[in-house]
């Protein structure tokens, strides 16, 4: 299996030519055909013929955690599959091969409502997911809080991988780490609001009134629509200054907020559900203003220089 495997890798097999996975132990199993193809691209823990895929791990985060709640997951339903074997051998007289087919048969009825073969990411699967009742987890700490539920702790309990002080203590760890970094953020996003996109804005606010001014004292005040086109882009600058500003202070009084909880996970979902979501709102504002503001007064890189050598 393994050299037709590597045919297919090297190019020697085409996608039409797909092998069959070698079921010899179990004889009643129907026969299944590799997939030839480099992955499945929209699932976060694929099969690829012969094997599994984890590529669900963020990429500053160390997979060393998430391979091990899969390898326990792993090792404990295979202890519970092999019980489920023996007790059809032991108690109903089956043969190996019955035993393991009913078994199987069973396990592929139970898991039905939560496989999914289509996109994993889609809206579509979101929406089929909530239908069939499956859990979805939204943000960091909902994720997280599953890790000290009672499923979770008899799983690790039981397969003696870690004790719940352990569990707990990790939790605790990653919770703390997500506000810290959500602090850092905070405060940065502050520094940039007020010492350089706020500065900047309005100077090129008070270019735009000398220009207006220039215009009309030129022209006279008989030319109303003199320095009409300046005048709509500084009410634009006006409206996301006065948003930006006040959206940037609800951020830092929310922060402090936060800060006071004593409770780690308190703390995280005060961050997670008070803090974060003005990032997005200031960052919003920001975007707007770095379209709007001259590039000779604009301090940072803009998006299309970060793309482009000017």
């Known amino acids: 299996m393994l050299d037709e495997l590597e045919g297919v890798s090297k190019g020697k097999l085409s996608p039409e030519e797909k092998t069959e996975l070698k079921l010899n132990v179990v004889g009643k199993i129907p026969e299944i055909l590799l ?3 480099d992955r499945n691209r929209t699932s ?3 099969f690829t013929g012969n ?3 984890f590529r669900a791990v963020g990429s500053k985060a160390n997979c060393a955690k998430p391979m091990t709640v899969l390898n326990t997951i792993v090792a404990m339903q295979l202890r519970e599959f092999k019980e489920e074997v023996d007790g059809l051998i032991g108690g109903k007289k089956l043969k190996k091969d019955e035993a393991i087919f009913n078994v199987l048969r069973e396990y ?5 409502r ?3 073969d289509g996109d ?3 809206e579509a699967w979101e929406k089929e997911a909530a239908r069939r009742k499956l859990s979805n987890h939204e943000n960091t700490t909902a994720a997280r809080e599953v890790l000290t539920g009672k499923e979770v702790l008899d799983l690790f309990r039981k397969t003696g991988v870690m004790t719940e002080t352990e569990v707990r203590a990790r939790q605790e760890v990653e ?3 997500y506000v810290l970094n959500l602090q850092i953020e905070g405060r940065v996003l502050g520094e940039l609001v007020y010492n350089y996109i706020i500065p900047a804005a309005i100077g090129y606010q008070n270019d735009l009134l000398q220009n207006i001014a220039g215009l009309r004292e030129v022209y006279g005040a008989a030319h109303k629509k003199m320095g009409e086109a300046q005048l709509g882009i500084l009410e634009n600058l006006s409206e996301h200054l006065q948003a930006l500003r006040k959206k940037t202070d609800a951020m830092t009084e929310a922060r402090k907020k936060a800060n ?3 409770d780690i996970h308190k703390k995280a979902r005060a961050y997670c559900d008070a803090v974060l979501p003005y990032f997005e709102e200031i960052r919003y504002h920001s975007d707007r203003l770095e379209r709007l503001v001259g590039d000779d007064h604009w301090p940072l890189a803009k998006y299309r220089e970060l793309l482009f050598v000017k």
């Not at 592929?108 to 039905?112: L, N, Q, R």
């Open 35 to 37: 997939d030839n193809t």
């Open 44 to 46: 976060p823990f694929a």
């Open 51 to 53: 094997k599994f895929e």
């Open 108 to 112: 592929i009825k139970s898991s039905k």
């Open 114 to 116: 939560i496989r999914c």
């Open 120 to 122: 994993g990411y889609s």
């Open 175 to 177: 919770l703390e780490t």
């Open 260 to 262: 006071a909880q004593r």
